[in-house]
Structures are given as structure tokens and as C-alpha cells.
Antibody, heavy 118, light 110 residues
Framework: EVQLLESGGGFVQPGGSLTLSCAAS????????MSWVRQAPGKGLEWVSR????????FYTDSVKGRFTISRDNSRNTLYLQMNSLRAEDTAVYYC???????????WGQGTLVTVSS | QSALTQPPSVSAAPGQKVTISCSGR????????VSWYQQLPGTAPKLLIY???RRPSGIPDRFSGSKSGTSATLGITGLQTGDEADYYC???????????FGTGTKVTVL
């Protein structure tokens, strides 16, 4: 059974940093591209970032470029999202997801809430 | 990044059919595969359709997808109360080198 378990969310002040982790199990992690998708309270889905199987290809939505960094450790079956210079508009539930194709994410974690507020 | 455009809501009686449109541009829907997701309240999204019209294992054939030009459509036949949820389309935008989701559509079963 595929499992994706996010952690690292929490409350942070504007300008602060957080690192999200996503522990994967039940599949060959190194064989799948992975993504982060977020959802602000009461709002729709927003694609955030994607990383290739090897980690050599990374992509970001414009609003997080230069502030967020996606990475993976295939030896630890773990996906990361380093978030710096956080803004109030980054407040959302962050999901990690396993891709079968571009923006085709077949397995999702339960999400972790990030709240940016003073 | 502009989201793909979906109608805010659609509704129909049980057993009927609904269709949800997703409108984009040549850089996204026009040249990339489209996926569709169902999100029940308080849960993570669930992939219904990928590759424009492919269903993952376990998704009933009541759900179908199609694409024409810069628009895509999700169809749900034999509507059930359990289908009440938010539905999102998604695709890759080759100009942005980023993913993009639709604005979301709430399906109500009357």
C-alpha cells in the first residue's frame, strides 16, 4: 500500500522558514517524480513544485520561485520542501503527491498545515 | 500563473449526467495531457482521469474525460449522492514550465 506522510507544518511568522518532509513507502520511490500541491483555507488547489526521479529537474510556480526549494533523498524515500521568506499568502495545507504523469498525481498524503501569521 | 477556467458549480438529479468544462490555452491544455480530480470535503484530492481520458484502476467508467483544442471536459453519468464534491482539472503549462489547476467546480446532486 502506498503511503505518503507529510510532516513539518506549523505556525511561523512572516519572513520565517519551514521545511516540510514527506516520507514515502509502499512503492519504489526513486522511480516516480513527485510534487507538492497546496490548498489555502476554503480555496482551490494550487500546484507548487515538481521534482524528477533523480532530483535533477525541479520546477516551481512563479509565486514561490526563489523562496522554496524542492529536493528528495532517494536513499531515505523522502521528499522535502524548504520554504523561506514565508508570506501570509503561503498559508495552506501542503500535500505531497506521487506522479504517474505531469500533473497527474495518483497518490496523495494527508497534508500538513502551514500557517504564516504575525 | 493563471488558473484554468471551470464553472463554479453544476448540479443534476440522481441518475442524471453532468459535464464540467475546463478551458485553457495552447501552452497548457492545447499541448499537454489533462487530468481530473475529485475532492470530497476534508480529504485529499483523488485522481479520476489522466492522459485526457484514462482512468486509474478502481475508478468507475461513470467518469470520463475528453479534450478538444484548448478545452477539456469531465463527464459523470449515473450521478450519485456520493459524487457531491469539488472537481478540478490540471495540466502542464509548457510556457511556464509549471503545473496549473483549474478554478474548481462544485457538483451538487439535487
Amino acid at each position: 500500500e502506498v503511503q505518503l506522510l507529510e510532516s513539518g507544518g506549523g505556525f511561523v511568522q512572516p519572513g520565517g522558514s519551514l521545511t516540510l518532509s514527506c516520507a514515502a513507502s509502499g512503492f519504489t520511490f526513486s522511480s516516480y517524480a513527485m510534487s507538492w500541491v497546496r490548498q489555502a483555507p476554503g480555496k482551490g488547489l494550487e500546484w507548487v513544485s515538481r521534482i524528477s526521479t533523480s532530483g535533477g529537474g525541479t520546477f516551481y510556480t512563479d509565486s514561490v520561485k526563489g523562496r522554496f526549494t524542492i529536493s528528495r533523498d532517494n536513499s531515505r524515500n523522502t521528499l522535502y520542501l524548504q520554504m523561506n521568506s514565508l508570506r501570509a499568502e503561503d498559508t495552506a495545507v501542503y500535500y505531497c503527491a506521487k506522479e504517474v504523469d505531469l500533473v497527474a498525481t495518483i497518490d496523495w498524503g494527508q497534508g500538513t498545515l502551514v500557517t504564516v501569521s504575525s | 500563473q493563471s488558473a484554468l477556467t471551470q464553472p463554479p458549480s453544476v448540479s443534476a438529479a440522481p441518475g442524471q449526467k453532468v459535464t464540467i468544462s475546463c478551458s485553457g490555452r495552447s501552452s497548457n491544455i492545447g499541448n499537454n495531457y489533462v487530468s481530473w480530480y475529485q475532492q470530497l470535503p476534508g480529504t485529499a484530492p483523488k485522481l479520476l482521469i489522466y492522459g485526457n481520458d484514462r482512468r486509474p484502476s478502481g475508478i468507475p467508467d461513470r467518469f470520463s474525460g475528453s479534450k478538444s483544442g484548448t478545452s477539456a471536459t469531465l463527464g459523470i453519468t449515473g450521478l450519485q449522492t456520493g459524487d457531491e464534491a469539488d472537481y478540478y482539472c490540471g495540466t502542464w503549462d509548457s510556457s511556464l514550465s509549471a503545473g496549473v489547476f483549474g478554478t474548481g467546480t462544485k457538483v451538487t446532486v439535487l
